[in-house]
C-alpha cells in the first residue's frame, strides 16, 4: 500500500472513530522465554510499559502503535525507554517507508515542539528515528496534553501530523522508568562474588 493512501486512510479512520480506537499496543511476540521475550506488560491510557529477557542496561519501555483499521499495518509506532546508569532516554519512533528522509520526523505538543529528530535507517518494514531524547523534551511531553502529533513529509512533498494519545504518558513513564532501575544491568560492572559460605 502506497505511503500516502496508508496515511489518508488513517486520517479518515480518526475522522470516523476515535483515534485511541485505532491505538494498537502489541508489538509481534518475541518466543517465549526467549531472548527479547516480554516478562512484564502493563497498560496505562494509551501506553504499554513492557520489560523484556534481556540484560540491558534499558530492559524496559513504554509503546504506542497506530495502525491502519483496514490492513493493520503500522502506521505509527513510539518506544520510550530509560537507560539508568546514564540518566538518559532513548526513544525509536516507527512510521511506513515512502517517508522524505531528509525532512526528519517533529513531535509537536499543545505546548512544545521538538527539534527535527533525524531518522537513522529504514527497512522493509519502514523507517526509524532512533537515539536519545533529552529529559527535558520527555519532560515537556509529559506536561502536555491531551495528544501529540509526529510529523513526517512523505517522499511526495505532502506533510503529515500523525496524531497519538499522551492518555497515561506521564504515570507510564513513570512506572517504567521505576521498572528500568530495578532490572538494569550494568554491562561494565564486574560480576558479583558468590556469597560465602557460613
Not at 81 to 108: Q, R, T
Not at 150 to 168: E, H, P, Q, R, T
Given at each position: 500500500m502506497k505511503f500516502s493512501r496508508l496515511l489518508t486512510g488513517l486520517a479518515l479512520g480518526c475522522v470516523l472513530l476515535p483515534c485511541a480506537a485505532m491505538a494498537q499496543t502489541a508489538q509481534p511476540a518475541a518466543q517465549p522465554g526467549g531472548p527479547g521475550a516480554v516478562t512484564d506488560s502493563k497498560a496505562i491510557g494509551s501506553w504499554t510499559v513492557r520489560?523484556?529477557?534481556?540484560?540491558?542496561?534499558?530492559?524496559?519501555?513504554?509503546?504506542?502503535?497506530?495502525?491502519?483499521?483496514?490492513?493493520?499495518?503500522?502506521?505509527?509506532?513510539?518506544?520510550?525507554?530509560?537507560?539508568?546508569?546514564?540518566?538518559?532516554?532513548?526513544?525509536?519512533?516507527?512510521?511506513?517507508?515512502?517517508?522524505?528522509?531528509?525532512?526528519?520526523?517533529?513531535?509537536?505538543?499543545?505546548?512544545?515542539?521538538?527539534?527535527?529528530?533525524?531518522?537513522?535507517?529504514?527497512?522493509?518494514?519502514?523507517?526509524?528515528?532512533?537515539?536519545v531524547m533529552p529529559n527535558d523534551m520527555v519532560a515537556s511531553i509529559a506536561k502536555s496534553g491531551p495528544d501529540?502529533?509526529?510529523?513526517?513529509?512523505?517522499?511526495?512533498?505532502?506533510?503529515?501530523?500523525?496524531?497519538?494519545?499522551?492518555?497515561?504518558?506521564?504515570?507510564?513513564?513513570?512506572s517504567m522508568a521505576s521498572l528500568a532501575k530495578e532490572k538494569a544491568k550494568d554491562p561494565d560492572a564486574p560480576p558479583a562474588a558468590p556469597a560465602k559460605k557460613k
Open positions: 520489560c523484556f529477557s534481556v540484560t540491558t542496561g534499558s530492559p524496559c519501555d513504554m509503546y504506542e502503535e497506530l495502525q491502519d483499521k483496514n490492513t493493520h499495518q503500522r502506521v505509527l509506532g513510539v518506544s520510550l525507554a530509560y537507560v539508568p546508569k546514564d540518566d538518559k532516554h532513548v526513544v525509536d519512533i516507527a512510521v511506513p517507508l515512502g517517508v522524505s528522509i531528509g525532512a526528519g520526523a517533529v513531535i509537536k505538543t499543545d505546548s512544545f515542539t521538538s527539534p527535527k529528530l533525524a531518522f537513522r535507517r529504514c527497512d522493509q518494514q519502514g523507517c526509524y528515528v532512533e537515539g501529540a502529533s509526529v510529523n513526517i513529509v512523505a517522499d511526495d512533498g505532502k506533510a503529515y501530523a500523525i496524531k497519538i494519545s499522551l492518555d497515561g504518558f506521564a504515570a507510564a513513564h513513570d
